[in-house]
């Protein structure tokens, strides 16, 4: 097994008092990072094989047709992804850039430690060219860690994982990446487009019930993090299309009235029906991410897309060397 190398020094972790606000605001929410832990990394694999999550099956399509067109335009001579998840994705990317490289490393960057070794064991018998490096890290966090490299660098962000960001943070992040970017590096992004509701809803509303385990999982791992007296019996997953704001609203909703301990002893009160906010996931328009993509210095080099047009790729270089 490859080292897992972690570039955090976050001890929000172990900071018991940062979930206070969250819980006590009037409009309750829980970290979407908390989503991610050995379980949590192993029921998102299981929700990517749905029937109904056409995201991850569309990207596939996408990166499997371009891989070789994405390789060769951006020049990549070493590949990071953030938020790799498993990496299963990733495969024909890492493919293509071995035929451009005699040897080639990949950096899998990730807050789940699960997703790292899934990562690893999905890449390790690729080839001896192959140079695994797995970072454990919070990409809205440590980005401003990540070591120099001579090499072309193509960054990736897969999976529509912009989309749980909201406007600022989602701005933020790329302005970041734009920061970090050298002349001749790039940025690969995945995004999941606006589309007919119906559809975009039962992607998060499978009827094995398996997104619904995912979002319930939160509470065991904020009850672990924050010793939490969560009952995951008390809630309902309960995911709503927005039309107006276009994303999924992904909520724990309470079945009863109950109350909550806090680290600081205090007790918060849940009403029945009271919703607790896990996480938001965007769909967008091209005219959205074009503004996005101005306010952070990015600019577009070429974009990639399904018949459907569900998901599209998005080939980017910093504005700063222009
Ligand atoms: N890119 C993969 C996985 C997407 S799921 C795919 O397209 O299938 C989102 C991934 O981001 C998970 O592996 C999760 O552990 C990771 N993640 C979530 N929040 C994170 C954070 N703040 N910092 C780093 N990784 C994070
Ligand atoms: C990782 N992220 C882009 C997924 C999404 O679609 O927002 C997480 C997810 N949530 C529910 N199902 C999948």
Redesign the pocket.
């Known amino acids: 097994m490859s080292k897992i190398v972690s570039i955090s020094s976050d001890k929000i972790f172990i900071k018991k008092e940062n979930i206070i606000p969250f819980l006590k605001n009037k409009n309750k929410s829980l970290p979407?990072?908390y989503l991610?832990d050995e379980i949590g990394?192993k029921l998102?694999e299981e929700i990517?094989a749905t029937k109904e999550y056409y995201l991850?099956r569309t990207?596939k399509e996408i990166l499997d047709k371009n891989a070789s067109d994405i390789i060769k335009t951006s020049k990549a001579q070493e590949l990071f992804e953030?938020?790799?998840?498993?990496s299963k994705?990733t495969k024909p990317l890492i493919f293509e850039a071995l035929n451009e490289n005699d040897l080639l490393t990949y950096f899998s960057?990730?807050?789940?430690t699960k997703?790292l070794k899934m990562s690893y064991n999905e890449l390790k018998k690729i080839s001896k060219k192959l140079n695994i490096k797995l970072l454990k890290?919070?990409?809205?966090n440590d980005l401003n860690k990540l070591s120099y490299s001579k090499k072309n660098r193509l960054f990736l962000f897969?999976?529509s994982?912009i989309g749980n960001f909201n406007n600022n943070l989602a701005e933020k992040f790329l302005k970041n990446i734009s920061s970090i970017m050298k002349e001749n590096d790039s940025f690969l992004l995945?995004v999941d487009k606006i589309k007919d509701k119906k559809i975009i809803h039962s992607a998060y509303n499978d009827k094995e019930g398996i997104t619904m385990k995912f979002n319930k999982n939160i509470l065991n791992v904020v009850n672990k993090e924050y010793s939490l007296n969560f009952n995951e019996d008390n809630f309902l997953h309960n995911a709503q299309y927005n039309s107006k704001k276009s994303q999924i609203e992904m909520y724990l909703e309470s079945t009863t009235n109950q109350s909550i301990t806090l680290p600081n002893n205090e007790n918060v009160k849940i009403t029945v029906g009271e919703k607790i906010l896990t996480e938001i996931s965007r769909k967008f328009s091209d005219n959205t991410l074009n503004i996005l993509f101005n306010k952070a210095s990015l600019s577009l080099v070429k974009s990639y897309t399904d018949n459907k047009k569900y998901f599209s790729l998005y080939l980017l270089k910093s504005k700063k060397y222009f």
Do not use: M
Not at 82 to 86: D, I, Q, T, W
Not at 137 to 140: E, M, V
């Open positions: 979407t990072k991610y990394s998102f990517c991850t990207e953030l938020g790799s998840g498993s994705k960057f990730d807050i789940s997703a890290g919070d990409f809205n897969l999976g994982t995945g």
